[in-house]
């Protein structure tokens, strides 16, 4: 049973920076993990992806410059580095995982949110 656990979301200002992780169970090296975010009322965004292997990094038009994810397979966990925050970075974020078989990323899932398992969520909120 895979599960997936975010933690570090919380209350910034403007400019902050802030960094979520994502701890995972029941996962191997035939998944690869990935970011979204979602605004009440509005559809959830691809934010960013990451291989296994960790050699393909995928990232959304609004992470572009500003976020990186990485992994450390070891602890089982994926990060999100969010740097330069404004407001409009306000939302739920929550981590995924594709079960791509040899842990590529599958970007079209991604992009058309796909995914096999999800996370319950961790609010981050940009004060202006």
């Known amino acids: 049973q895979v599960q997936l656990v975010e933690s570090g979301g919380g209350l910034v200002q403007t400019w902050d920076s802030l960094r979520l992780s994502c701890t995972a169970s029941g996962i191997d090296s035939g998944y690869a993990m990935g970011w979204f975010r979602q605004v009440p009322g509005k559809e959830r965004e691809f934010v960013a992806a990451?291989?296994?292997?960790?050699?393909?990094?995928y990232y959304g038009d609004s992470a572009k410059g500003r976020f990186t994810i990485s992994r450390d397979n070891a602890k089982n966990t994926v990060y999100l580095q969010m740097n330069s925050l404004k407001p409009e970075d306000t939302a739920v974020y929550y981590c995924a995982a594709d079960n791509s078989g040899d842990g590529s990323i599958r970007l079209w899932r991604f992009y058309a949110g796909g995914m096999d398992y999800w996370g319950k969520g961790t609010l981050v909120t940009v004060s202006s």
């Open positions: 990451i291989s296994w292997s960790t050699e393909s990094i």
